[in-house]
């Protein structure tokens, strides 16, 4: 006896990422899991009377999205502070923080991430007194948008014990003055006095928004994620609690590998926790590790100097990484380390294949490395003979980046993101967004890196364009090569028979128009485990 689908998908282009059969037209849904695929004529005998028939008008279908490197947690802890990656100018930041402070009433936090002051016509870095001006009788805090660096204002440095000639904390940097007072730029784990000082979300608050921003990601297409632990481990507990409660109470409607800062490492090991641990929608992810900063802040840690400072700087020495990814390794649990400047990744590969070569792990999901947004010829050449390895970029960040890589490198652009170098050693290349540091669209990611441009289209023949990706290689860094990768690949990532029922509907075939339309293409339709999430 046939099985009768609850949904069916017919007149289609469906791209299923599936080699054997990369093309259908129709697909059935039975449950949470992918009936069967193929024409039109055979999936339509599968309906019933109770079948949900749609047709699709041509429109493209693609498996859900998976972001493998999203600081989701931190995006709804903040979810109600100021957006300021769409501020155009420094008064544009000025007027979002002066709005948001009559807002919130006098005394109250003012918090806001995202300003990017490379794109400023200005091209200044705001201070404390600045922001003083702006909101003069309210605590501030704002976060540069690759959450390397933050600004504060006199309320929120006082109420942090940052004051004259404090001390920078360990792996952090708190800016002064020719005087030695403190100018209100903090940078890396310094910004973590700030968040030592910041009220509490209620866990009911907390958990609403959650669910609020996992709805945000639907409209996008994202039906997996990672969920990836910020420097400190001040959020490790705390996010894997709440990623439990979600499950615990039914209400996770998106798939999540939670991830565990590095400083957790011997608890892990001690409780025998593995990466990969737990069911279809939650899963255990990996231990993150810092082994420098981020080239915004400057502290990307480089093997020439920046243009306009020094050569950056090392977070975690990589010893000290090494010896934990050694004992991770051992105990089945699978490391990412962020690497930013080419000295970083450079010493973070040359670490890998020490560890390789021992040919002692029992990971059964592969180690990675995070950004390699910087990266020197040889040292691409050492990752071809890597086995146990994969590697994580950011398109969206290269959108971003653009201008403030050619400030503060020049020339030495040519190796940042370079994307198609790293894909063609062979080694599982996946595309991220790192929200909240860049949109979280997986369209905007494959927009910058089939085009190599900003989202409003310049530079208009792309940067550095040999290192730009294919529509293809794009969409398979974003669907079927991180499913694979973190160890899902039998589950999700592909249309495939059997496979949990996760896929989208485009409005725009992305495989034909023209790539800089890729940018404006809108997901129509978000199916998550089997069940419509939603519709434009």
Not at 176 to 186: E, N
Not at 245 to 269: N, W, Y
Request: with cysteine; charged share 25%; net charge negative.
């Amino acid at each position: 006896m046939k099985s009768i689908a609850d949904i069916i998908l017919y007149n289609g282009n469906i791209q299923t990422q599936n080699d054997d059969q990369p093309m259908a037209h129709a697909v059935a849904i039975l449950g949470n899991q992918i009936l069967s695929f193929g024409s039109d004529k055979d999936i339509l005998q599968l309906s019933g009377n109770s079948t949900q028939v749609l047709d699709l008008n041509k429109r493209l279908v693609l498996p859900g999205f998976i972001d493998t490197h999203f600081h989701f947690y931190e995006w709804a802890v903040n979810y109600d502070s100021i957006d300021l990656s769409n501020a155009r100018t420094f008064r544009e930041m000025e007027e979002a923080v002066a709005n948001k402070a009559l807002t919130m009433g006098k005394g109250n936090w003012v918090l806001g991430q995202g300003f990017n002051e490379s794109e400023w016509p200005e091209n200044k870095m705001p201070d404390r007194y600045d922001l003083d001006r702006i909101a003069p009788d309210n605590p501030v805090c704002i976060w540069r948008c690759d959450l390397h660096l933050s600004v504060a204002n006199s309320l929120a440095l006082k109420l942090a014990g940052i004051s004259y000639k404090s001390p920078d904390p360990e792996d952090g940097v708190i800016e002064t003055d020719s005087d030695g007072y403190p100018t209100g730029v903090l940078k890396e784990l310094a910004a973590n006095l700030i968040r030592n000082v910041l009220p509490e979300l209620s866990r009911i608050k907390l958990l609403e928004n959650m669910q609020k921003a996992i709805c945000d990601v639907h409209k996008l297409g994202l039906t997996s994620i990672h969920d990836i632990r910020l420097m400190g481990g001040l959020d490790g507990a705390d996010a894997l609690k709440a990623w439990q409660s979600l499950a615990r109470e039914k209400r996770l409607f998106i798939r999540c590998h939670v991830g565990l800062p590095g400083e957790m490492t011997d608890q892990a090991i001690d409780l025998g926790i593995t990466t990969g641990f737990g069911g279809d929608l939650l899963k255990i992810g990996y231990l993150k590790f810092f082994s420098d900063g981020g080239m915004g802040a400057r502290t990307g840690w480089m093997t020439q100097k920046y243009l306009d400072a020094d050569y950056g700087m090392p977070l975690t020495p990589v010893a000290q990484i090494e010896k934990a990814v050694q004992k991770a390794d051992q105990a089945g649990l699978s490391v990412m380390v962020h690497a930013i400047g080419d000295k970083a990744n450079k010493e973070i590969i040359d670490m890998f294949t020490r560890i390789e070569s021992l040919g002692r792990t029992t990971c059964t999901i592969p180690h990675r490395i995070d950004h390699v947004q910087m990266i020197l010829s040889e040292d691409i050449e050492k990752l071809s003979c890597l086995k146990n390895l994969a590697v994580s970029c950011q398109p969206n960040n290269l959108s971003l980046d653009i201008s403030m890589i050619d400030q503060c490198v020049g020339p030495r652009g040519k190796y940042a993101y370079k994307l198609r170098s790293i894909l063609k050693t062979g080694i599982p290349l996946m595309l991220n967004s790192d929200a909240p540091v860049t949109d979280p669209n997986p369209l905007a990611g494959i927009y910058s890196a089939v085009t190599r441009k900003r989202m409003n289209r310049t530079p208009k023949k792309g940067w550095y364009m040999d290192e730009a990706l294919s529509v293809d290689q794009a969409v398979k860094g974003y669907t079927i090569t991180p499913a694979i990768a973190s160890g899902c690949g039998d589950r999700v990532g592909s249309i495939s028979t059997g496979k949990l029922a996760d896929m989208i509907v485009l409005d725009q075939d992305i495989f034909k128009i023209a790539p800089d339309a890729i940018a404006d293409t809108r997901v129509d339709m978000t199916i998550f485990d089997g069940r419509i999430v939603y519709e434009r």
